[in-house]
């Protein structure tokens, strides 16, 4: 099993910054990607970003492209993800999951270990 704690979360302005976090811990060696979601009242959930857990490799979801990046946090066995110039549409609970499979992806069908969520409020 992989437990996943994200952090971070919180109330912001229109085009300020947040910085969240997603906590790895127990059988890690079997993830291969981490991505971000984030699903807002009402909606589906919706791709966000992932990163190869070795760090490589990146992929952004079009609405965040260019505002957001993910990055990997090799001494905390953490996936960060940056938000910046955020607006009030990406407001959402936030979460991270991991996935063992060999190619990033942007389905929630490919991601079988989820954190609890955070939420992020951006106001305009």
């Known amino acids: 099993q992989v437990q996943l704690v994200e952090s971070g979360g919180g109330l912001v302005q229109a085009g300020g910054s947040l910085r969240l976090s997603c906590a790895a811990s127990g059988r890690t060696f079997s993830i291969r990607h981490v991505g971000w979601f984030r699903q807002a009242p009402g909606k589906e959930r919706e791709f966000v970003a992932w990163i190869s857990w070795t760090g490589g490799t990146t992929y952004y979801g079009d609405s965040v492209k260019d505002r957001f990046t993910i990055s990997r946090d090799n001494a905390k066995n953490a996936v960060d993800l940056q938000m910046n110039s955020l607006k009030p549409e990406d407001t959402a609970v936030y979460y991270c999951?991991?996935?063992?499979?060999?190619?990033?992806?942007?389905?929630?069908?490919?991601?079988?270990?989820w954190g609890q969520g955070t939420q992020v409020t951006v106001a305009s």
């Open positions: 999951a991991a996935s063992p499979g060999l190619y990033g992806s942007g389905s929630t069908k490919d991601y079988i270990y």
